[in-house]
């Protein structure tokens, strides 16, 4: 029976160059100098470190735009609180999303059961496999998937004949 899986998987190599990208900009930037703007990527974690909000938008800013052009997609980006730290210095927390969570994963199975496509889906761990006796089905219920949920960019792998 064919099926795929759906996930929601970002290319953490290309991730992390972005990052160090960014960080070797912010660091040779003329309005960043003797400030305490940086960037660093612990884990799945991004943190950006400012004199001031604004300072922080402006390392989003550089963050996003290397992100894109290494044709990663910035809806991985989950944006934490900004945290006051001594003095005015402030830090943020950007997670790198990885996985579906439970109720995107039931969103999406609701969504291709009323889609009356003869399609199954089951969620399995952090992906949705999704199986069907028809390949002509399955690639409606990717197309389905693609267009109706915009929140989170979806890839499909795993596609099994």
Not at 105 to 121: G, H
């Amino acid at each position: 029976m064919p099926s795929f899986d759906t996930v929601c998987e970002p290319n953490l190599v290309e991730v992390r160059n972005a990052v160090d990208n960014a960080a070797k900009e912010i660091g040779t930037r003329f309005d960043f100098k003797g400030t305490s703007a940086a960037i660093e990527l612990k884990d799945k974690d991004i943190t950006l470190l400012g004199d001031a909000e604004f300072q922080l938008q402006q390392v989003e800013d550089i963050l996003r735009n290397k992100l894109t052009k290494r044709n990663v997609d910035v809806r991985y980006l989950d944006r934490g609180e900004v945290q006051k730290i001594g003095g005015d210095k402030v830090r943020q927390i950007v997670k790198v999303r990885s996985g579906i969570e439970t109720e995107q994963a039931k969103k999406i199975t609701r969504l291709l059961k009323d889609s009356k496509l003869k399609v199954q889906a089951a969620i399995q761990g952090d992906a949705v496999r999704v199986s069907g006796a028809k390949r002509d089905d399955l690639q409606a219920a990717m197309a389905l998937i693609k267009k109706d949920v915009t929140e989170l960019p979806m890839t499909f792998n795993n596609f099994r004949d």
